[in-house]
């Protein structure tokens, strides 16, 4: 579904990720500025990490978790499992990339902290991109030792952090990018050093600042030229649950994240179920209408968070020599259609997968059954279409 440039110039969007805050601590500590924007759309905690014991277990470490916001997919798809990044599979396209093929002249902003959101998460310039190039960038200050000299108690971030989210406030404010990503590292900085602590608290009060300086933005832009924004806020990870300086784990505080949004057609999955970190690419690609080819949607982990849907939390499984594949369903009627992939050759190259359909049933059956025998070995993956969303999921043997 394209949309022309007039009516995609209404809706803009910017999703904000704050570094290493655990729902407990943010939600004790004073953030008028997000419970502001939550009042208007809403709060949840969510989670990253994929399947804890399944394929899709992901590392609860930062770049890692960006990626998985970036690209809508756990680590077995994107694999990047590290901060060092070493080779990012690049078939799986970021949102920025999306936005672009669905909508060319598009303006995207990147406002970071960290200059290897822009270079390596997104890679920019690079030949397996396609030399895909951001129009607005705002980073690497954090490589600039002579404006701001390292410091043990890393306020040369406090105060890089400050100047981005100037920035960030101001490019939205007067060039306004159809999309944009605000990055900040600092909180993530106190919680390593000082653990669960006064200080951590006072890194999020900080950052509470800044998400309102961004905020009042988008409120002139709604304003002044009538425009529709949509701003989601999230953490990368969790901590540890002992003192709370270290993750990268998969124990339950570590995996635990929160969002904050001002959407306000948030979905029962939203509002009654636990949403993951990967929920946000289809999230933002629904409000700004993005037009998702086929074989790509099929590769996303994720379920859009406003909006109609008709089944989320999928789950395969082997029992008793039979595929049992299982969905919550969301619609109160409706057909499912289950077809599958023996192949991966969209991970492997890029390239399409054909799937077969196995059957159409029910969507309040909830779960479907039949034997292995009938499929070939080696990994499979499944496509369950409802009316409104489809999701997809692997088996491995």
Do not use: C
């Amino acid at each position: 579904m394209f949309f022309s440039n007039q009516a995609f110039a209404q809706k803009k969007a910017v999703f904000i990720i704050l570094d290493g805050i655990p729902a407990d601590v943010l939600e004790k500590t004073p953030t008028p500025n997000l419970d502001k924007i939550a009042k208007v759309g809403g709060y949840t905690r969510a989670y990253t990490g994929g399947e804890v014991g399944g394929y899709s277990e992901t590392p609860t470490i930062s770049a890692v978790g960006y990626n998985s916001l970036l690209t809508g997919t756990w680590a077995n798809k994107h694999n990047v499992w590290g901060n060092d990044i070493k080779a990012p599979n690049y078939s799986y396209w970021s949102i920025f990339r999306f936005l672009r093929k669905s909508s060319p002249s598009a303006k995207l902003g990147i406002y970071s902290t960290w200059e290897d959101n822009r270079t390596k998460l997104i890679g920019e310039g690079l030949a397996e991109t396609g030399f895909f190039k951001m129009d607005f960038s705002f980073d690497g200050f954090e490589v600039d030792t002579l404006t701001y000299p390292h410091d043990s108690d890393k306020k040369y971030i406090q105060k890089i952090d400050n100047l981005v989210s100037y920035e960030a406030a101001y490019q939205l404010k007067t060039i306004a990018p159809d999309l944009s990503w605000v990055y900040l590292e600092y909180t993530d900085d106190m919680g390593h050093r000082f653990g669960d602590s006064p200080e951590l608290a006072e890194a999020v009060a900080l950052a509470d600042e800044q998400v309102g300086r961004i905020y009042e933005s988008i409120r002139y832009r709604e304003e002044k030229f009538g425009e529709e924004w949509l701003i989601l806020i999230t953490t990368d990870h969790g901590r540890k649950a002992e003192d709370g300086k270290d993750h990268g784990g998969q124990s339950d505080r570590e995996r635990e994240i929160w969002m904050v949004t001002n959407a306000k057609e948030l979905n029962p999955y939203f509002e009654n179920f636990i949403p993951a970190m990967v929920d946000i690419l289809p999230t933002i690609a629904r409000f700004l209408e993005i037009d998702l080819p086929e074989n790509a949607l099929k590769e996303i982990d994720g379920v859009s968070l406003i909006g109609d849907i008709s089944l989320v939390n999928a789950n395969t499984e082997i029992e008793n020599e039979q595929i049992k594949l299982t969905w919550v369903p969301i619609q109160k009627s409706g057909k499912v259609t289950i077809s599958y992939a023996s192949t991966d050759n969209f991970g492997e190259t890029g390239n399409v997968d054909n799937y077969s359909k196995i059957a159409e049933i029910d969507l309040s059956a909830a779960e479907f059954r039949f034997p292995i025998a009938e499929l070939p070995p080696g990994k499979l993956k499944f496509w369950i279409q409802g009316e409104r969303n489809g999701i997809g999921v692997w088996l491995i043997r």
